[in-house]
T-cell receptor
């Protein structure tokens, strides 16, 4: 079946550092790919999405590009802030079935 | 306006009790879900309902019973609560008809259940 693998955390960074969270997937057909963010004490929010190969999703300074050749959807942000501290989940939906990665906890220090 | 709302936000109860968590969505979505998030943040799907019909029922103890009175509501009732049921439970919804392929899920803010 479909699956999502994302880098394990926790990840600790200083403010203004560059953030990359790796995500790779296994799926048949043409899944859509997502990144969700969960801030402390809150639910999951959709951060960005990409629905086909080479699409780039972007939001709040975060970007991820749907790479079919490497089956990847890595999340990047050029300069993180303390407010970016959260758990980030990579996910895919394929034929209405959702698969989540295990989540990566990111802590940004001032 | 809250798109997916669930109540209560916190629920503290003793072992053996029965409790319910309510969920409502005002997005007009046709599919609703319950997820369980453990202490390591891992998300596990429990149930999914499409237009009031159960379509996903993962390996969940039968003490957990979802009920969908209409497509905007999916409640979760838990009988004979156990310590291991302590977790955060998230409700979610999405549109899964053929006109909106692979649409994202929208999540509620979670219910933190603590069983003592």
């Amino acid at each position: 079946g479909d699956s999502v693998t994302q880098m394990e955390g926790p990840v600790t960074l200083s403010e203004e550092a560059f953030l990359t969270i790796n995500c790779t997937y296994t799926a048949t057909g043409y899944p859509s790919l997502f990144w969700y963010v969960q801030y402390p004490g809150e639910g999951l929010q959709l951060l960005l999405k990409a629905t086909k190969a080479d699409d780039k999703g972007s939001n709040k300074g975060f970007e991820a590009t749907y790479r079919k050749e490497t089956t990847s959807f890595h999340l990047e942000k050029g300069s993180v802030q303390v407010s970016d501290s959260a758990v980030y989940f990579c996910a895919l939906i394929n034929d209405y079935k959702l698969s989540f990665g295990a989540g990566t906890t990111v802590t940004v220090r001032a | 306006d809250t798109a997916v709302s669930q109540t209560p936000k916190y629920l503290v109860t003793q072992m053996g009790n029965d409790k319910s968590i309510k969920c409502e969505q005002n997005l007009g979505h046709d599919t609703m879900y319950w997820y369980k998030q453990d202490s390591k943040k891992f998300l596990k799907i429990m149930f999914s309902y499409n237009n009031k019909e159960l379509i996903i029922n993962e390996t969940v103890p039968n003490r957990f019973s979802p009920k969908s009175p209409d497509k905007a509501h999916l409640n979760l009732h838990i009988n004979s609560l156990e310590l291991g049921d302590s977790a955060v439970y998230f409700c979610a919804s999405s549109q899964t008809d053929h006109t909106v392929r692979n649409s994202p899920l929208h999540f509620g803010n979670g219910t933190r259940l603590t069983v003592t």
